[in-house]
């Protein structure tokens, strides 16, 4: 297995694919990819169309999966808002790898058996998915819920397609096929493993507590008390600087492991709160929280992304350090980047620092695609990291989840 990345920021579209194919043959020694990965600034949109032939004419991969994107990542840097190309390549000896694209409407839904046609791949035979979306023309959160159910023991990396500013805008690319709706992903089985680093950056604020009663995605009790008065006496045991991040950053951490009795960082799915009814006290979340026992209350900064994601990343360098990753893909939240770090290629310069100078590519989006205990979830201001190595034979790699500083 062997991998290569390369971004270039040409304002020609095909100087920059030539420079990006120029380091894929060398890193490759001339092979053509297995698969190959493609995202693209919206700079380069009059010429969309052109890019699956292209890539076919000088690379004849057997597979392309890629989208557009307003940041993109390969070769070590991140281009945020400002015209790129990506191109990453994989040489997969004696891995299948399937491309395909789903579209699906109200009066078309997607079923498990239009899922598994599509797909091309049996439940049994536990593929690992790369899979992207628009964001605009189809229902990922349901679809994410379906690929669980119909494959419960295959991991799921990806992202939500960003760009564009209406339904049509945005691309995706799927085998030689251009698109610009729906979802297309790429189904890999074989000799090849896909390890999962799903950083959300916050970190947990007071203790965990009891959701005592509540209405789909409306509180309306923690530990028998209203929420407004929860979230006074949390605010009131705060720090100064704690209490200035709870005024713009707090969210809520939902358990997703109800038989466990101590929770970590890693145990809770992260959601936004979306307002509060000050006359009854109850409070409004952006999930449903009807089947939740127990929530704890987490903070957002700049200090708590970077810690989380350090954490994540040497843990799974000391879990993976006998099956060194061979390839990388990186799907980050516009939210994220520069303009919130304060330098460039954050994230790729943390997981380089970590793990050696695997070839990474991805880019950012409107939402990350990344499982949390076990199921897949869309999130935001996230890092969804999807690390390819050999596959142990007798037993798979697991991460254990994060213990709290």
């Keep these: 297995m062997k991998w290569s990345s390369a971004l270039a920021v040409e304002d020609d579209l095909e100087e920059a694919l030539q420079q990006c194919i120029q380091k894929i043959r060398a890193d490759l020694e001339g092979q053509a990819p297995d698969l190959l990965l493609v995202f693209v600034s919206p700079h380069h949109s009059a010429l969309f169309d052109c890019v699956p032939r292209l890539l076919v004419q000088e690379l ?42 789903l579209d699906a ?26 899979l992207l979306s628009d964001p605009f023309t189809f229902p990922t959160e349901s679809s994410l819920a379906l690929f669980d159910q119909a494959y419960p023991f295959s991991q799921k990396i990806g992202g939500l397609v960003s760009g564009g500013e209406s339904p049509g805008d945005h691309v995706l690319y799927a085998g030689g ?81 109800p038989e466990e009795r101590v929770y970590n960082r890693g145990d809770y799915l992260i959601r936004n709160l979306l307002g509060m009814d000050l006359t009854n006290g ?79 590519g991805g880019f950012f989006c409107n939402g990350e695609i990344g499982p949390v205990q076990g199921r897949t979830y869309i999130h935001g201001y996230t890092s969804c990291f999807g690390v390819f190595r050999e596959k142990e034979e007798r037993h798979e790699l697991h991460v254990p989840p994060a213990e709290e500083p």
């Design 60 to 101: 004849q991969p057997a597979q392309i999966l890629g989208c557009c994107g307003s940041g993109l990542i390969g070769g070590g840097r991140e281009r945020e808002h400002q015209v790129a190309f990506s191109l990453t390549a994989a040489l997969l000896p004696h891995t299948r790898v399937n491309t395909f694209h």
């Design 105 to 130: 409407s109200i009066k078309k839904p997607l079923t498990l058996n239009g899922l598994t046609e599509a797909v091309g791949m049996a439940p049994e035979d536990g593929p690992a998915f790369i």
């Design 177 to 257: 096929h251009m698109y610009h709706g729906g979802m297309v992903g790429a189904a890999l089985e074989g000799p090849i493993a896909m390890d999962t680093i799903v950083a959300q950056g916050c970190r947990p604020i007071g203790l965990p507590q009891y959701l005592t009663s509540s209405h789909g995605n409306i509180i309306v009790e923690i530990n028998g008390h209203s929420p407004k008065l929860v979230l006074e006496e949390l605010y009131r045991s705060l720090n100064s600087e704690e209490r200035e991040i709870f005024r713009h950053s707090l969210f809520l951490g939902i358990e997703m492991q």
């Design 282 to 360: 109850y409070l409004q979340v952006g999930a449903d929280v009807s089947k939740t026992r127990v929530i704890q209350f987490h903070l957002r900064d700049r200090n708590a992304s970077i810690q989380d994601l350090t954490s994540q990343l040497t843990r799974y360098r000391e879990v993976a350090a006998r099956f060194p990753p061979r390839g990388a893909l990186l799907f980050s939240c516009l939210g994220r980047g520069q303009a919130f770090f304060g330098v460039p290629d954050h994230d790729s310069n943390l997981f380089h620092e970590e793990l050696g100078e695997v070839p990474l």
